[in-house]
């Protein structure tokens, strides 16, 4: 079982919608992480959050708007999407100090579809 | 900048078969992490196995293995008695050691499906 819980699994969104994606984790980890990863391709960093706050945005679009309300939730905020932003996207969690080199945790994942 | 390779888009082996999977990667850091992720259709990655480059015996768990060559930057993974569930992509992934801001996070190579047969 995961320990990193995303929702909705599934969300399909016209391109004026606004909507949000939920990630939650109770392994006590202070990091936490969106990608995003197309079919039969690796993921691809978007936002990484250390402590709740921003540490990484890889250049991700606005219409990507990310949220840390505490150490334990993520969310991703969607506006005005493109059909080309229809990707699965994965919520991760890590510890920030990790000995074993801050193994990152995934969650299922939350497949959107743009039409 | 570092990168990581896997050479194998496709592999197919027959149930209770020994398959390898080969991962190269390339960096000037001397300290850092390697692992492997599964992911089948289910789409959830999961962490198969890790390695810390410091470490010179091979980290294991049950039938995964690795074979770690640091010189050669070589980090392949085995898995022994192959089962229909271990059908999957797998990703090969870097993380330099350090990295405690989690500002660096996973470089992954693109990844080798493997499909496990009966």
């Known amino acids: 079982d995961t320990e990193v819980t995303q929702t909705p699994k599934h969300l399909v969104m016209g391109m004026t919608n606004k909507k949000s994606l939920k990630c939650e984790q109770h392994?006590?980890?202070?990091?936490m992480y969106w990608y995003k990863q197309k079919a039969k391709k690796p993921p691809e960093l978007m936002f990484v959050?250390?402590?709740?706050?921003?540490?990484i945005n890889e250049s991700v679009p606005s219409r990507f708007s990310p949220e840390c309300p505490n150490s334990s939730l993520l969310n991703l905020h969607l506006h005005a999407l493109q059909p080309e932003d229809s990707a699965l996207y994965l919520c991760?969690?890590?510890?920030?100090?990790?000995?074993?080199?801050?193994?990152?945790?995934f969650g299922e994942g939350s497949w959107l579809t743009v039409v | 900048a570092q990168t990581v390779t896997q050479s194998q888009p496709e592999m197919s082996v027959q149930e209770a078969e020994t398959v390898t999977l080969s991962c190269t990667y390339d960096?000037?850091?001397?300290?850092?992490?390697l692992f492997w992720y599964k992911q089948p259709p289910s789409r959830q990655m999961i962490l198969v196995i890790r390695?810390?480059?410091?470490?010179?015996q091979n980290a294991t768990e049950n039938r995964f293995s690795v074979n770690f060559q640091k010189a050669a930057k070589s980090f392949s993974l085995k898995i022994s008695d192959s089962q229909l569930g271990d059908t999957a992509m797998y990703f090969c992934?870097?993380?330099?050691?350090?990295?405690?801001?989690?500002?660096?996070?996973?470089?992954f190579g693109k990844g080798t499906t493997l499909s496990v047969s009966s």
């Open positions: 991760a969690s890590s510890q920030v100090r990790d000995r074993a080199g801050n193994t990152i945790y």
């Open positions: 392994m006590g980890h202070r990091a």
């Open positions: 959050y250390s402590y709740e706050k921003l540490s």
């Open positions: 960096t000037s850091e001397n300290n850092y992490y």
């Open positions: 390695q810390e480059a410091y470490k010179q």
């Open positions: 992934a870097f993380m330099k050691h350090g990295a405690n801001q989690a500002g660096t996070a996973l470089i």
